[in-house]
């Protein structure tokens, strides 16, 4: 009986055992599944990334000609309309998702008849826009619902934003000097390409974490008809405006300023 009961006694241990072993596995991969969800989205998907394939790219060009060549020209280098092509066109979209290029072009383009083509043939005209300036095909063709998550990028990586370019953060009021405005706490500057923003874009400004850097705010008394910076010292504001950099320090020449929260704790 003795003999039958340690039987018994270790067989229940190598069962525990086990099922302590699988649920250790089932917590090590989704705390893998997490940091790699947290890398990508640290790591957003690039251009450089083979995003779109050789077919979908040829597709674009005999859309592109039928549509865009009589104004950016045949090699996208410009006409009537700007060029397509080079280090200006790279520079007025990077640091950007797709989804920004792909709403110009299916919003504005083409000229005449703006939002005439469908969605297909317009994402087809991206490729080939992309294909031209030289990024990588793949095996898996660009779809609409991926252009938010992949990023315009020069063949030197992120870099900083340019002066002058259209910009929103989130950050805190605070006075600066006798008659001066600055915003602290400053996220990460995001590229926009609206001087004002959408209630949805309000909506989710008021969740982004705030950061560490500061911006002295211009042109603050133009907004004076919808809003008065006194009310608001020590508020989280959406801000929307130009990025400036010089002897000063980092600077906004302020488009739109909006309280999301009434502390700069969130």
Request: aromatic share 8%; charged share 20%.
């Amino acid at each position: 009986m003795a003999g039958s009961e340690n039987t018994s006694d270790m067989a229940r241990r190598e069962f525990s055992a086990i099922i302590m072993g699988r649920i250790f596995t089932i917590i090590l991969l989704m705390g893998l599944a997490k940091v790699a969800a947290a890398q990508q989205h640290e790591h957003p998907n690039t251009v450089w990334d083979s995003v779109f394939t050789a077919a979908q790219a040829e597709r674009g060009r005999e859309a592109y000609e039928l549509h865009c060549s009589s104004c950016h020209g045949n090699d996208l280098r410009g006409g009537a309309g700007p060029a397509l092509q080079g280090l200006q066109f790279i520079d007025n979209w990077r640091e950007d998702s797709l989804k920004s290029l792909f709403t110009f072009i299916q919003t504005r383009m083409p000229n005449r008849a703006p939002g005439s083509l469908s969605a297909k043939t317009y994402l087809d005209i991206l490729v080939y826009i992309l294909s031209v300036n030289m990024f990588p095909t793949g095996s898996k063709e660009l779809t609409a619902d991926v252009l938010e998550s992949i990023d315009v990028v020069g063949k030197d990586g992120p870099a900083p934003i340019p002066e002058f370019a259209l910009i929103t953060v989130v950050g805190c009021l605070a006075k600066s000097g006798d008659d001066g405005w600055k915003l602290e706490g400053v996220s990460t500057p995001r590229r926009t390409r609206q001087e004002k923003p959408t209630p949805a874009e309000i909506q989710a400004s008021a969740a982004r974490p705030l950061g560490t850097g500061t911006f002295r705010l211009v042109y603050v008394d133009s907004l004076r008809s919808s809003f008065f910076p006194e009310q608001h010292v020590g508020h989280k504001l959406h801000a929307r405006g130009y990025l400036l950099s010089n002897d000063k320090g980092v600077g906004l020449s302020v488009t739109w300023l909006e309280p999301i929260a009434s502390m700069c704790t969130e």
